[in-house]
């Protein structure tokens, strides 16, 4: 493999995920639970870290994981390949971002699970278990494409911009999903279990888009005006390759067998992030105005039967 070859992949894995760079979690981020869905317990969450994961539990998703626990689910780190017995243990399972290999290697956007372990997971699923699945665009789609295309979704793998429902003027690719908007869809998730959980506005951060099979529900749906990003070179806002996209969604929900399987397009929407000084500009749950922190408890209830299906 030439040294041309290696560097051109390295530019183009970082190019894909350019809003990663520097984003710390946010450590005074409120991670405190009002109401814990389970007070003694609670179901068990794998949260993998076995494959080249770009977000962990004790860094960029400690925000994620400190929610999760303050709400009695039990988080147990994952550090092996998926096999079925270390999965018959846990209700949820959690993979973020993985990759094949680290992210600045060439190969990291090959698949990030072997042929067995994508079989596994999908046997848990139908037999009762519970997965999220959250991967952003570049090389974190193509790498986890293998195992999402086993619940029949298909991942892009390219930047989402949306100027018309724009969370700030400038940023198309922070896309404001909302009751106004009509792009909020009404499903268990946005519901809640009340009306003290029902979602108003959820913001995603530089995502991908999604497409279900039949039985999927995209409860976070793309409007007419989302396009699709081919080249980035151009800048943040002007001038890129669009290609408009239609029938699909920033997220999913659906079922397979006994079991539940939701899908997200990005993965900062679910943690607490700050960007680069010396703004620091919040990312994700810490977001004003955004119900982001109540749309991550819902995902969460919903896979573990605390919502009633759709």
Known sequence: MSKIFVLTCL?????????????????????????????????????????????TSTERYKPFVDLLSNDGYRVV???????????????????VDALADDIDEAGADKPAFTPEEVTVVRDWVRSGGA???VADVGPFANAAAPLS??????????????????????????????????LLLSH??????????????????????????????????????????????AGADGGE?????????QGLALKLGNGRVVVLADAEMLTALLGEPPEKEPIGMNYQGSDNKQFTLNVVHWLSGLLSEK
């Open 11 to 55: 530019a183009l894995a970082l190019l894909c995920c350019p809003t990663h760079a520097q984003h710390l979690a946010d450590a005074e981020f409120n991670a405190a639970v009002a109401k814990p869905a389970y007070t003694k317990n609670g179901p068990r969450m794998m949260f993998d870290e076995a494959h080249y994961n770009y977000h």
């Open 77 to 95: 780190r994952n550090r092996e390949p998926f096999t079925k017995k270390a999965l018959e243990t846990f209700k949820v399972l959690v993979i």
């Open 131 to 133: 997965l999220l699945l």
């Open 149 to 182: 295309s086993q619940f029949g979704v298909e991942m892009a793998g390219r930047l989402i911009k949306d100027s018309a429902n724009a969370a700030s003027e400038g940023r198309s690719d922070l896309i404001v999903y909302s009751r106004d908007n009509h």
């Open 188 to 233: 268990p998730i946005t519901q809640g279990r009340g009306p003290e959980e029902t979602l108003k506005k959820v913001i995603v951060f530089s995502g991908q888009s999604l497409k279900g099979p039949d039985n999927a529900f995209g409860f976070l749906k793309l409007a007419d005006s989302a396009v699709e990003v081919n080249d980035e070179s």
């Open 241 to 249: 390759q669009k290609t408009q996209v239609t029938a699909r969604s």
